[in-house]
């Protein structure tokens, strides 16, 4: 089946320094992936997706690798700020159901 | 604009009581996700909509879990005979999309959820 996981759990950053989540995956044939930032008590927000047919995609202080060779992705938050505490997810369809497998999530803490 | 809502927010039964989740998605989004996400792992999905069909539900843990979308709007989710293992936070979604299967790639958009405690 699916399985999608992170490498670490934590990740500890200095505020304004560039931040990188690691994210890997088993299917081969998956074509689709998104990151979600999840804080405290709420749900999970959409952050980017990106299809198979792409290597990167960029949103607003945020971009997304995607090397399907080794089957990894990564979130890269440009000048990470307090704001961006959270738990961030990678999650792509797969395992045959209709829903999104998700990793078990890293804890991004920003230090001052 | 308005997001996925959810109700209640949390929600405490005692063990062996029967609970009703309900979702109320984006307005004009066909597919609805139910998921369960225990403490620090992630979410877990449960079940799928398309419309008012229920497509999918490979994901419900148990025949004590039950959800329906009678006019392919809002739903609920409900656990009959609750036990202490049913103890998460219950996350809706819903997407512009459909399937996956169908290679409709369009990101979920995930409410609050409701926080289910079994005493």
């Known amino acids: 089946g699916e399985s999608v996981g992170l490498h670490l759990p934590t990740l500890s950053v200095q505020e304004g320094d560039n931040s990188i989540i690691n994210c890997a995956y088993s299917?081969?044939?998956?074509?689709?992936f998104i990151w979600y930032k999840q804080e405290s008590g709420k749900g999970p927000q959409f952050i980017i997706d990106?299809?198979?047919?792409?290597d990167k995609r960029q949103g607003q202080r945020v971009t997304v690798l995607l090397n399907k060779t080794v089957k990894h992705l990564s979130l890269q938050i440009a000048a990470t700020q307090p704001g961006d505490s959270a738990v961030y997810f990678c999650?792509?369809?797969?395992?045959?159901?209709?829903?999104?497998?998700f990793g078990k999530g890293t804890h991004l803490i920003i230090q001052p | 604009g308005a997001g996925v809502s959810q109700s209640p927010r949390y929600k405490v039964a005692k063990r062996g009581q029967d609970v009703a989740l309900r979702c109320d998605p984006i307005?004009?989004?066909?597919?609805l996700f139910w998921y369960q996400q225990a403490l620090g792992q992630g979410p877990e999905f449960l079940t799928y909509?398309?419309?008012?069909?229920?497509?999918?539900k490979s994901g419900l843990p148990s025949d004590r879990f039950f959800a329906e979308r009678p006019e392919g709007s809002v739903s609920t989710l409900k656990i009959q005979r609750t036990q202490q293992e049913d103890s998460a936070v219950y996350l809706c979604?819903?997407?512009?999309?459909?399937?996956?299967?169908?290679?409709?790639?369009?990101?979920?958009?995930f409410g609050d959820g409701t926080r289910l405690s079994i005493l």
């Open positions: 979604a819903s997407s512009l999309g459909t399937s996956y299967r169908d290679h409709s790639n369009q990101p979920q958009h």
């Open positions: 299917n081969s044939a998956s074509d689709y």
């Open positions: 990106i299809r198979s047919n792409m």
């Open positions: 999650a792509c369809p797969g395992g045959g159901a209709d829903g999104l497998t």
């Open positions: 307005s004009g989004h066909v597919s």
């Open positions: 909509f398309q419309n008012e069909a229920q497509l999918d």
